[in-house]
C-alpha cells in the first residue's frame, strides 16, 4: 500500500509529545497513568529519533527510581492515579526513593542508550557516563537474584512484560490464590474485557504481589520458597543483549568490562537450557519443576537479538510467521491455546516484532528483516498506533495512540 510517511512521522511525534507528562512518558493515557519501565526505554528511543536530549531525560527519570539493591521498577507511580489498578497502596514497595511495584521488568535501557550514544557520541557521552554505574547494578541484580542455570526468571508474568502468555499456563495454574479477597479492576473500564487476562490470572496476578509485600519485596526471603519462578526467553534473550549494549558502552567510556564478560558467558550457557528439544524451538522452562511449556512465542525469536546464531529457529520462524498475515503472532497459531484477540496469547506487538526484525538483520537475515519492517509499517499505517494488533485481520486492539508503537515507527518500521 502507499502510505503517507510524513503524515506517520508527525502522528507518532504528537504521540510521544502528548503522552509526555514531563520527564517521563505513559504508554497511553488512562489504561496505564504511570512510568512502565521498558515502555519508557522504548519511548526514549522514539524521542531519539527528533529530540536526543528528551530521550535521556526518559532514562534518566527511569533511573531516579533505582532501588538501593540495584532493582528498577517495573512502574514508577509518580503521581496517584485511582484509574490503573493495582496502585502503590497495593504493592506496598517502599524499598525506592520513588513509590513503585517491587518487581523489574525486561531490561532494554542498555541497548536503548548504547543506540543513543552511538547516534551522537559527543552528546551523549556524559548522559552514557552518568547511568553506566546505574545500569550495571541493575543488570548486577538480575545477575544475583534471577538465574536459574544461567536463564533469567521472572517472579511474577507481569515482569515478562508478557502478563498472561500460554508459557506460565503451568506455573500460575500450581498457584491457589487463597485470602486473595476483593479487589476492583480497572483495566476492563478501559478497554474490551476480552482483549485482557482473565480474573483467574489477576487473582494469582494479585496474590502474587500480596505475598512480595508480606516478605517486604526482600529477594532473599522471597527465594527461600517460590511459588512462580519461570525462566524465561524474553528476559533471558533481553539480558543476553543489554550485556553486549552494555559492554560496549563501558567500552566507548573506557570502563574495565570484564564483570560483564563473564556475565555474557553465563547468560550464553543460560539461553540453551531454555532450548526444548521436543519442540524445536527455545521456551519458557518451570525452574521449580524442570518443565517446559511447550509454547512457541515471538519471544523465542529473540534468540538472534541476543546475538545467537541460532539456524534451528529460522524453519519455525517461517513457518509461524507463514500463518498470519500480519505477524509475529505472540503464540504459535498452531497452537489450542492460540487466542487472535486476547493480549499476549496471540496479538502481534511493534516492540516485538522491532527486536526480531533487528536480530534477524544482524545474523544476516536480510530479507526476513526486511519482510517483517514492510508489515509493521503496514500495520500502523492501516490500522494505527494501536496497543497491539490480531495477527489474522490487523485489526487494532487494547489502548490507542500508543507510545511504543509510535518509538517503533520512529526507530525501525518507517
Ligand atoms: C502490560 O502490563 C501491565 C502490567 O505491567 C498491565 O496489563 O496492567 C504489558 O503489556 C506490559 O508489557 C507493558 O509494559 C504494560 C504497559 O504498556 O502493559
Redesign the pocket.
Known amino acids: 500500500m502507499t502510505m503517507d510517511i510524513g503524515k506517520l512521522d508527525d502522528e507518532a511525534r504528537n504521540i510521544l509529545r502528548g503522552n509526555d507528562r514531563g520527564g517521563y512518558t505513559l504508554?497511553?493515557a488512562g489504561?496505564?497513568p504511570y512510568q512502565?519501565?521498558?515502555?519508557s526505554a522504548f519511548a526514549a528511543r522514539g524521542f531519539a529519533a527528533f529530540d536526543a536530549p528528551r530521550a535521556w531525560v526518559e532514562l534518566e527519570t527511569l533511573f531516579s527510581g533505582q532501588w538501593p539493591n540495584g532493582m528498577v521498577p517495573?512502574?514508577l507511580f509518580h503521581k496517584p492515579d485511582p484509574g490503573?489498578?493495582p496502585g502503590p497502596d497495593v504493592w506496598g514497595a517502599d524499598l525506592g526513593p520513588i513509590a513503585s511495584?517491587g518487581i523489574s521488568?525486561?531490561p532494554v535501557a542498555a541497548s536503548a542508550a548504547r543506540a543513543m550514544l552511538e547516534a551522537d557520541p559527543a552528546a551523549g557521552r556524559d548522559r552514557a557516563a552518568g547511568l553506566f554505574p546505574k545500569l550495571l547494578a541493575w543488570h548486577r541484580w538480575f545477575m544475583d537474584w534471577r538465574l536459574d542455570r544461567g536463564a533469567v526468571c521472572i517472579t511474577h508474568p507481569?515482569e515478562?512484560?508478557?502478563?498472561n502468555a500460554p508459557d506460565w499456563d503451568g506455573a500460575m495454574a500450581a498457584i491457589d490464590p487463597v485470602g486473595v479477597g476483593e479487589y476492583t479492576r480497572r483495566?476492563t473500564s478501559h478497554v474490551n474485557p476480552e482483549m485482557?487476562?482473565t480474573k483467574d490470572d489477576y487473582d494469582r496476578?494479585i496474590w502474587l504481589v500480596q505475598r512480595g509485600r508480606r516478605l517486604g519485596w526482600d529477594e532473599a526471603r522471597m527465594l527461600e520458597y517460590t511459588p512462580f519462578r519461570v525462566a524465561d526467553p524474553t528476559m533471558t534473550f533481553i539480558l543476553l543483549r543489554a550485556q553486549r549494549d552494555l559492554r560496549a558502552i563501558g567500552q566507548a567510556l573506557g570502563e574495565d568490562t570484564a564483570e560483564i564478560d563473564g556475565w555474557i558467558a553465563t547468560l550464553e550457557a543460560g539461553a540453551e537450557t531454555l532450548s526444548n528439544a521436543r519442540l524445536g524451538a527455545f521456551d519458557a522452562r518451570d525452574a521449580r519443576t524442570g518443565e517446559f511449556a511447550d509454547c512457541v512465542s515471538s519471544a523465542s525469536f529473540l534468540c538472534w537479538y541476543a546475538g545467537l546464531e541460532a539456524p534451528e529457529m529460522l524453519a519455525v520462524y517461517d513457518r509461524v510467521t507463514a500463518a498470519c498475515r500480519y505477524p509475529v503472532p505472540s503464540h504459535d497459531p498452531d497452537s489450542a491455546k492460540f487466542n487472535p484477540r486476547r493480549?499476549?496469547r496471540g496479538p502481534t506487538?511493534g516492540i516485538l516484532n522491532m527486536m526480531i526484525g533487528q536480530g534477524l538483520a544482524e545474523q544476516g537475515h536480510e530479507a526476513r528483516a526486511e519482510a517483517l519492517r514492510r508489515v509493521t509499517a503496514d500495520l500502523i499505517a492501516e490500522h494505527g498506533f494501536a496497543?497491539?494488533f490480531d495477527p489474522v485481520t490487523g485489526a487494532p486492539a487494547?489502548?490507542k495512540a500508543?507510545?511504543?508503537t509510535a518509538a517503533v515507527w520512529l526507530t525501525w518500521a518507517r
Open positions: 504508554p497511553t489504561l496505564y512502565w519501565n521498558w515502555d517495573h512502574i490503573y489498578f511495584s521488568q525486561p507481569w515478562a512484560g508478557r502478563d483495566d485482557r487476562p496476578y493480549y499476549w506487538w496497543e497491539y487494547g489502548g500508543f507510545t511504543w
